[in-house]
């Protein structure tokens, strides 16, 4: 029952009441992405930070969470392999004595690239069943879970009930074309079920 990543249901999204249009929703983690500060994202979106944080913690778990760590985790294997080779290559620091350059030595310092991992994992979303929605996206896929904030619905609830109505419309209507066939063929069906034996 999973979406493919590229694929969106698309609906009509209704104007909120507390502001945070899908235009703004799209703003704020295209800027949270390029900034990772929720204050600049925020001010972008021309909205506060108190209430983009409000509109996360009653979205949790769908697309707009989602794409919020995903925002915040474009950059951050970037960060993670800067903070790498410093940890393995060092930091070349200088000496001097009276003013003059006499020297470099190499500072290793393996706590921040510990600490930088150990808050890697923090950043992985909850693991969903295959089944759900959710599943379809990883936590680096910003793009696709942009464009489903943008293009789908607000809430996996939402489209799981479309992806049920449609799978029961198609039922339906293939349960009336063979209504329609055994109206219309039924000598021809046996002697198919005839011939076959």
Not at 70 to 84: I, N, V
Not at 87 to 111: C, I, K, M, Q
Not at 150 to 175: C, D, S, V
């Amino acid at each position: 029952m999973s979406t493919d990543k590229g694929t969106a249901l698309t609906t009509t999204h209704a104007t909120r009441h507390d502001g945070w249009t899908v235009a703004r929703q799209s703003l704020f983690l295209r800027e949270l992405a390029a900034s990772h500060s929720v204050k600049r994202a925020a001010k972008a979106a021309g909205m506060s930070r108190q209430s983009a944080y409000g509109l996360r913690a009653r979205l949790k778990g769908e697309p707009f969470d989602l794409a919020w760590t995903a925002a915040l985790r474009c950059r951050f294997d970037a960060l993670a392999e800067a903070a790498m080779d410093r940890a393995l290559n060092g930091v070349e620091v200088p000496h001097f004595y009276r003013g003059e350059l006499v020297g470099t030595s190499r500072r290793y310092d393996e706590r921040l690239t510990v600490a930088l991992l150990a808050m890697r994992e923090r950043f992985r979303g909850p693991q969903r069943f295959s089944s759900h929605p959710a599943a379809a996206f990883d936590a680096e896929d910003f793009g696709p879970l942009l464009a489903r904030v943008e293009t789908g619905p607000e809430t996996w609830h939402e489209e799981i009930r479309a992806q049920r109505e449609a799978e029961y419309a198609e039922e339906e209507a293939e349960e009336g074309e063979g209504d329609a066939e055994e109206a219309g063929g039924g000598e021809a069906g046996a002697a198919y079920v005839w011939r076959a034996y």
